[in-house]
């Protein structure tokens, strides 16, 4: 079955203690991205990935860490979260070009105190 | 820079009845692509309906259609005989075509059908 996994579903944390979040797709998608999510806002990107060991800025990258060294996982790093990273993240693939779908991982609430 | 505009926080609507939710959005470019994606409580992402610019026809699938106004730059989704199940948030986004290019979020919508 095709999908996107993100891992874990629930994570509460606290100021300062560094997280990763994990990604991981088996569609052979050069593109991956990662979305913040807040009320009345929308999704907004925060890092995305064109392929093996390239990522670029999103709009939002502040405070934000990502790699790419296997072209399937794309995980998102948090060195020192803040209560303003509190939100609701998703990790979406797919083919390069902005035709084709997107598809989107079930979602991280994340919430540090 | 791209900008994707949900001007209603929140709709309701009956079951059985229809429903439209609006969307607009900013750019000077001609050839880009629009998308509706629902978000149900368990917060998966799932597409709804896709609409290329360069297509003057509105994309349908089922229940669901679009009303693309190009030159309005309005492309809003409509909800034939609403479901229980369509209760959800509706996100609408905006792409341009091409390599590497970023998807654009409206605000959302949240719509709730009442029994």
């Known amino acids: 079955e095709a999908q996107v996994t993100q891992n874990p579903r629930y994570l509460i944390t606290v100021t300062g203690k560094k997280l990763t979040v994990t990604c991981s797709q088996n569609?052979?998608?050069?593109?991956m991205s990662w979305y913040r999510q807040d009320p009345g806002l929308g999704l907004r990107q925060i890092y995305y990935?064109?392929?093996?060991?390239?990522?670029d800025k999103g709009d939002v990258p502040e405070g934000y860490k990502v790699s790419r060294k296997e072209k399937r996982n794309f995980p998102l790093i948090l060195e020192s979260p803040s209560p303003n990273q509190t939100s609701l993240y998703f990790c979406?693939?797919?083919?390069?070009?902005?035709?084709?779908?997107?598809?989107f991982g079930q979602g991280t609430r994340l919430t540090v105190v | 820079a791209q900008t994707v505009t949900q001007s209603q926080p929140e709709m309701s609507v009956q079951e059985a009845e229809t429903v439209t939710l609006s969307c607009t959005y900013d750019t000077s470019e001609s050839n880009y692509y629009l998308f509706w994606y629902k978000q149900p409580p368990s917060r998966q992402m799932i597409l709804v309906i896709r609409q290329e610019a360069y297509k003057q026809q509105n994309a349908t699938e089922n229940r669901f259609s679009v009303n693309f106004q190009k030159a309005a730059k309005s492309f809003s989704l409509k909800i034939s005989d609403s479901q229980l199940g369509d209760t959800a948030m509706y996100f609408c986004?905006?792409?341009?075509?091409?390599?590497?290019?970023?998807?654009?979020f409206g605000g959302g919508t949240r719509l709730m059908v009442k029994p």
């Open positions: 979406a693939s797919r083919m390069k070009y902005g035709s084709t779908e997107a598809f």
């Open positions: 986004a905006f792409i341009l075509n091409g390599a590497g290019n970023m998807l654009t």
């Open positions: 990935s064109m392929n093996v060991e390239v990522t």
């Open positions: 569609m052979n998608h050069e593109y």
